[in-house]
């Protein structure tokens, strides 16, 4: 099992920037995908940016270029540095560890953290 816990969130006017932290119970060498997803009100949960286990990253339409995933292996944390950050980013964004575990995918997710873009 992967117990992830987010930090980093607030409030942020249109133009700034937050970076998001997700730490791990253990090491993320191992874990297969790693990633930030987000919800906004009446929506549902999509895909931010994901970060696999052999360094290749995938990013949503909508961030690329303003958003970056990186991780710290020797601290087990993943980091979502936003910037540009526009009113539509607002949204609580959850990390998500994906492993395959005896054969079988298995899916953890964080308690989230709410990130509101406003003036």
């Known amino acids: 099992q992967v117990q992830l816990v987010e930090s980093g969130g607030g409030l942020v006017q249109p133009g700034g920037s937050l970076r998001l932290s997700c730490a791990a119970s253990r090491s993320i060498f191992s874990i297969n995908v790693m990633g930030w997803y987000r919800q906004a009100p009446g929506k549902q949960r999509e895909l931010v940016a994901t970060f696999t286990s052999g360094d290749s990253t995938n990013y949503a339409d909508s961030v690329k270029g303003r958003f970056t995933i990186s991780r710290d292996n020797a601290k087990n944390t993943v980091y979502l540095q936003m910037s540009s950050l526009k009113p539509e980013d607002t949204a609580v964004y959850y990390c998500?560890?994906?492993?395959?575990?005896?054969?079988?995918?298995?899916?953890?997710w964080g308690q989230g953290t709410q990130v509101t873009v406003s003036s």
């Open positions: 998500n560890a994906f492993t395959v575990e005896n054969h079988q995918g298995q899916s953890y």
